[in-house]
């Protein structure tokens, strides 16, 4: 199994609709983050976790909410999705010294 | 607030030339990366340099930091195909304590 699984891997979803990417860890790593790309600006940071009882906001969080249930799991939400939103979503753990990516969810908002 | 700057953004190779990958950054930091990503996958990574006249060495790929500039470069030697893919630079430190700040990306062709 992978160290960082993302869900799902594809998603098409319709402007309106919420939509929840998963990811969990076997790295037992406290550090979760989730970061957007976008052709042409690298990797984003939406959200971050250092650890279950700590949520943070990066550069890009507006639309996007987070939920850290466990130390392996750390949950994205567009509440209300839109076609600007379309991206390929990463998540990311880390113990201070390497990060570790899943292997990206690619999301499309008709 | 800290940024980071690649350049170029599109780089074409022939086959067994070299050149230099550059990437800036505004602020103190901690610790630079790179990375490799082939299209729709993963990043996967290359090199982490944590101090300054750092220089790492994988096969073809060098990569060097020299922190009073504010520069790292990542050197690529004799190019083959298989080094096509995108490479970013990540920065770590400052005020982005605890989290990676990266670059465009540099899109790597390398033609027979």
């Known amino acids: 199994d992978a160290d960082v699984t993302q869900t799902p891997r594809n998603r098409i979803t319709k402007t309106g609709k919420r939509i929840m990417l998963e990811c969990s860890q076997t790295?037992?790593?406290?550090?979760m983050y989730w970061y957007r790309q976008d052709p042409g600006l690298g990797l984003r940071l939406i959200y971050y976790s250092f650890d279950v009882k700590d949520i943070n906001k990066g550069e890009i969080s507006d639309g996007y909410s987070v939920s850290r249930q466990a130390q392996a799991k750390f949950s994205l939400s567009l509440e209300s999705a839109i076609p600007n939103q379309t991206a390929l979503y990463f998540c990311?753990?880390?113990?201070?010294?390497?990060?570790?990516f899943g292997s990206g969810t690619r999301l499309t908002v008709v | 607030e800290l940024k980071v700057e690649q350049n170029p953004l599109f780089l074409s190779m022939q086959e067994g030339k070299n050149y230099t990958i550059y990437c800036n950054y505004s602020?103190?930091?901690?610790?630079l990366y790179w990375y490799r990503q082939d299209p729709g996958k993963s990043l996967e990574s290359l090199f982490v340099l944590l101090s300054n006249g750092a220089v790492k060495q994988e096969g073809r790929l060098m990569a060097s930091l020299d922190t009073k500039a504010r520069l790292s470069t990542l050197h690529i030697t004799a190019a083959v195909h298989d080094l096509s893919a995108t490479y970013f630079c990540a920065v770590e430190g400052g005020t982005s304590y605890g989290k990676l700040t990266f670059g465009q990306g540099t899109i790597l062709t390398v033609h027979p």
């Open positions: 602020t103190t930091s901690d610790r």
């Open positions: 790295k037992g790593h406290d550090r």
């Open positions: 990311a753990t880390s113990d201070r010294w390497t990060y570790t």
